[in-house]
């Protein structure tokens, strides 16, 4: 009894006196460690009687929660008094600005989607979209592509399994006519097929996404983005063609100074057909857009695909062809990006770089409209 009492007022002493967190702990660890002074105390409890053990038992529990209780009394008050120490030494300026929290960016594929859609909204055209798991009729039979034409080659798209006509996949026993052939999409195009089934006429939409194909280079990635664009009306011709596409460049690019060059082509969905060229220059490596590709230092440079929309297209859409006519263009979405913000490498945009991104990614203020301008000055 008497080693207990002494223990319990050289303990309690000791706590009382400490000054310091780190010689609370020591402290604690000295009492009540594996290797401490109470814990060898009830050590001692395997050698006794019971009678001693029960006795000695309550005597050295006792004694444990007192000095526990002391040790965590003493550490609030040493924190309560280092906190309060802190607060009289420390000085926080509330005058100064707060620091800057994280901040996404909103990445230039979608700020470019959105520009277009804004200005395209002002031409009076809505957005469509269509699955990006596409059937071989809307991707190619649809839009005049037969069987044996080249875009169906296996180094051009990335094919499924030929599935049955609700999508499931087929077996090998189902006649060839009752097979279904599943791709990722090559080209937002079957939008304008679902569209003119769906909405018939008269029709003016875009229909931007992500399209598949295989490639890559600096210039090309198997998966990029295309902005398509559908007029179905009665008088449909070539003037509106161009026109459209003068109005759209100009209001895209910011600059009045735009010119088109309307070259012959060839698209099995339209005909006729054309390549649309925008002059340019090089200033300090990078390509501006503007004047034309005639004049002195500037050059030609193709943007768009364009044509009138083919007949046969009109008529897979559920049109007739001598009442309707129509106009079709499309373009690359990163490709229109890369020149307006001056990026040379396609292949960056799907890298997920972080540096990349905070150098030209967008603000999620910078929001596109017509009257304060779509684009972000470069």
């Known amino acids: 009894m008497t080693d207990t009492d002494s223990l319990r007022a050289e303990a309690l002493a000791r706590i009382n006196e400490a000054q310091t967190l780190d010689a609370l702990e020591e402290h604690r660890v000295g009492y009540l460690g594996k290797k401490g002074s109470i814990s060898a105390l009830m050590k001692t409890l395997g050698g006794m009687s019971p009678e001693e053990r029960s006795a000695a038992g309550a005597r050295f529990n006792v004694l444990r929660d007192e000095v526990a209780a002391a040790i965590a009394a003493r550490k609030a008050t040493l924190e309560s008094a280092a906190m309060e120490a802190r607060l009289a030494s420390e000085m926080l300026d509330l005058s100064l600005p707060a620091p800057d929290a994280p901040a996404g960016s909103v990445h230039p594929v979608s700020q470019v989607m959105d520009e277009l859609a804004e200005i395209f909204a002002d031409l009076g055209f809505a957005v469509a979209t269509g699955p990006e798991i596409e059937d071989d009729w809307h991707n190619f039979t649809a839009l005049n592509m037969p069987e044996s034409h080249p875009a169906r080659a296996m180094h051009d798209t990335f094919y499924f399994p030929d599935a049955d006509a609700e999508g499931h996949p087929a077996s090998s026993s189902e006649a060839v006519g009752q097979k279904k052939s599943m791709l990722l999409r090559t080209h937002t195009s079957p939008v304008q097929i679902r569209s003119m089934m769906r909405d018939g006429a008269p029709l ?14 600096a210039t090309h990635t198997p998966m990029f983005h295309q902005i398509e664009g559908l007029v179905i009306d009665k008088g449909i011709h070539l003037g509106h063609l161009k026109w459209t596409l003068e109005t759209f460049l100009k209001a895209f690019f910011e600059r009045d100074d735009i010119v088109l060059r309307l070259r012959p082509s060839y698209f099995p969905f339209t005909e006729p057909s054309v390549e649309v060229d925008v002059g340019y220059s090089v200033e300090k490596g990078r390509r501006i857009v503007g004047g034309s590709g005639d004049d002195e230092g500037h050059a030609w440079m193709e943007v768009l695909g364009s044509g009138m929309v083919n007949r046969k297209v009109i008529e897979f859409g559920g049109l007739d062809p001598d009442e309707w006519q129509g106009f079709a263009f499309g373009t690359g979405v990163d490709r229109l990006a890369m020149l307006k913000y001056g990026m040379d490498d396609l292949r960056a945009f799907f890298d997920g770089d972080l540096r990349w991104m905070k150098h030209y990614g967008f603000s999620a203020l910078d929001v596109p409209t017509l009257s ?6 470069a």
Not at 204 to 217: E, K, L
Not at 372 to 377: F, Q, T, Y
């Open 204 to 217: 003016r939409i875009i229909a931007p996404g992500r399209v598949y194909r295989s490639d890559s280079d």
């Open 372 to 377: 304060g301008g779509v684009g972000v000055a």
